[in-house]
């Protein structure tokens, strides 16, 4: 009686794990479904954000393009769209068309000077106020290292925007940390 009670025993708890593991796994998908839905869900949030922040930055930006408010604030809006590139919050086609965007307005370095010479440049020096100066990841991501190398580059737009791309990606890890150490408050 012992050797079929023990058979049973063996039978339900082999049917438990098998009945646990299934839950399991509809379990993880669940999860990872919700996870994904949640993902879209905030790449949603930021591009209708900074769209909307985006529109009103250009109109301010259209009324008083002197203004080094207005500039800051489009500035910063450039700086925290590479945030989201750099930590991949957005689409890759949304990075793309918003850096294309970025390329004739934004300066682009070779060492300290700026080496965009659009017209659509904005003004980032206001007397002794230098405003790139506050957005790290904004420099760090248009910069170039020679001017051979921006001459070259600065001909095929696809070539550009993933130099600038492989900057966010690379560079601001280990750079971005330097600049940010020699800014005044992060000194004793």
């Given amino acids: 009686m012992i050797g079929p009670t023990l058979q049973l025993a063996h039978f339900i708890i082999e049917m438990i794990s098998f009945v646990a593991t299934i839950i399991g796994m509809i ?6 479904r919700a996870h994904r839905i949640s993902h879209r869900q905030l790449n949603f949030q930021i591009v209708d ?12 930006l259209h009324k ?31 990075t793309i068309e918003w850096l294309e965007g970025m ?36 420099r760090l991501a248009f910069t170039f290292a020679s001017h051979e190398e921006y001459q070259r580059i600065k ?24 600049r940010v150490e020699r800014m005044p408050y992060f000194q004793s």
Wanted: net charge positive; with cysteine; hydrophobic share 40%.
């Fill in 103 to 138: 390329i004739s307005t934004v300066p682009h370095w070779v060492g300290e000077e700026n080496v965009n010479d659009s017209r659509n440049c904005v003004r980032f020096i206001f007397g002794e106020q230098n405003l790139i100066d506050n957005y790290s990841r904004l």
């Fill in 49 to 60: 954000r900074c769209t909307s922040r985006f529109h009103q930055v250009v109109l301010l």
């Fill in 155 to 178: 001909q095929d737009r696809k070539t550009f925007v993933a130099k600038i791309m492989k900057n966010i990606r690379k560079k601001s890890n280990v750079l971005e940390w330097r």
């Fill in 27 to 32: 379990a993880l998908f669940f999860g990872y």
């Fill in 64 to 94: 008083e393009p002197e203004n080094p408010d207005a500039v800051a604030a489009y500035l910063g809006l450039c700086n925290e769209e590479i945030f989201y590139f750099k930590h991949s919050y957005l689409p890759k086609d949304i």
